[in-house]
């Protein structure tokens, strides 16, 4: 049997509220965009502050998304080939399952940020 391990892991920004955690989100998506590498970013559907579907910090930085109401329909979305990330806004919004799929996502290989 052929098995094929990835380095796949999860990077975690906090910090207090205007402290620009979704600019540096963003700074990181920028960076993946850049160097070609393929890079879905999710938010939750109830964050409509600034836009339906794009993730916007307060000093009007943004990129698409796709919002989501939990982990099912976020894995529903992904495509079959993984791609090298995945970004997700407002994590805090989303219930204990979604711990359990971006823990087997970086299982699989793929950076979550």
Request: glycine share 4%; charged share 30%.
């Amino acid at each position: 049997m052929d098995l094929q391990l990835k380095d796949g892991w999860l990077e975690v920004i906090s910090g207090n509220m205007y402290a620009g955690k979704t600019e540096e989100l963003l700074r990181r998506v920028r960076r993946i965009e850049y160097a070609k590498k393929s890079i879905i970013v999710f938010k939750p559907k109830i964050d409509n502050r600034y836009s339906v579907d794009e993730v916007v910090s307060h000093n009007n930085l943004r990129t698409k998304s796709i919002p989501i109401k939990d982990a099912k329909e976020m894995l529903e979305h992904l495509p079959e080939e993984l791609p090298y990330a995945i970004a997700i806004d407002e994590i805090q919004f989303f219930g204990n399952d979604m711990i359990n799929a971006i823990e087997n996502l970086a299982d699989k290989g793929v950076r979550i940020i």
